[in-house]
């Protein structure tokens, strides 16, 4: 699957975001002195603010005023929260990082609101392998307002200079297929996501998981998570932060450079690697 654009959506997509969204609303509605139905008999994630609003109090109670109220709250505990259960699927951000590699492009393409957005993407570590992150707020305070996710894909596609042709959206719900199909773009669908039953049915290709690396970039990643004794490791992986980060690990990055990759880094040069990446540029020559 090769394409000069792609274009991703969120939630459901990129990340598991989930338990914060949740834990978002349910501290939103500790703030609320009303009466709501059972939050988890309600609550689904993807459905906008005011939706679930109205779901959870009744047409007649969810004012414009309740409704801006609860958005409000809503953005300050999930703005404010740092995002501590947030983590991209696996295989997502080698996927990226393949596709920055290859020369392509990647966006994200979202109703999720520009600020959270851009503060997730900043926490993840990903300003550098996304273009530009478009969302669904971004023009509000512009002539093209808020926009629908339809539009937002083909202001984006205009701004990019993408064609149909040679671009892809990759998403997990209707919403995603339906402004791809829109567009006249190809549309993938994520079976680990948050659709509904039935949304994957409007794909036209479901992923079971992120396409997994080949060749010899992929057994450098396969090695290095051996290493380091995590599930899986890719590009972006920031080794020193990760747990139980180590000496002993470090030397162990070194000796599988040199062992199987015939790079021999000197202690003191690798001080100046962070991410796997780095690191697998250097052995790309001699593997």
Do not use: Q
Not at 64 to 72: E, K, N, S, T, Y
Not at 166 to 185: C, P, Q, T
Not at 188 to 213: F, I, R
């Amino acid at each position: 699957m090769k394409y000069r654009h792609y274009f991703f959506d969120f939630d459901g997509t990129l990340c598991d975001t989930d338990a914060d969204i949740r834990l978002a609303w349910r501290n939103a509605l500790a703030e609320i002195d009303l009466p709501h139905a059972d939050f988890d008999s309600v609550f689904r994630n993807g459905p906008p603010i005011d939706e679930v609003t109205r779901a959870l109090f009744g047409e007649d109670a969810a004012t414009p005023d309740l409704i801006a109220r609860m958005r409000a709250l809503f953005r300050r505990h999930y703005d404010e929260s740092g995002f501590p259960n947030t983590r991209p699927y696996p295989g997502i951000e080698e996927w990226l990082a393949r596709i920055k590699a290859s020369g392509a492009n990647a966006y994200i393409v979202t109703n999720k609101r520009y600020r959270a957005t851009n503060l997730l993407v900043d926490r993840l570590g990903w300003r550098g392998l996304f273009k530009t992150v478009y969302a669904s707020d971004m023009f509000m305070d512009t002539p093209i307002g808020k926009l629908r996710k339809p539009a937002l894909l083909a202001e984006a596609m205009r701004r990019e200079g993408a064609s149909p042709s040679d671009s892809v959206m990759v998403g997990d719900s209707a919403n995603d297929f339906e402004a791809a199909h829109a567009n006249g773009l190809r549309a993938v669908g994520c079976a680990w996501g948050y659709g509904a039953p039935g949304d994957l049915e409007l794909a036209d290709e479901v992923l079971a998981s992120p396409p997994a690396a080949e060749g010899a970039s992929g057994r450098f990643y396969e090695k290095a998570a051996s290493v380091l004794e995590v599930p899986s490791a890719g590009p972006a992986t920031r080794f020193r932060e990760l747990d139980g980060w180590c000496s002993l690990k470090a030397f162990g990055l070194l000796a599988m450079l040199e062992n199987d990759f015939g790079v021999r880094l000197p202690i003191g040069d690798f001080a100046g690697y962070s991410t796997l990446g780095e690191l697998e540029s250097i052995a790309g020559g001699r593997r």
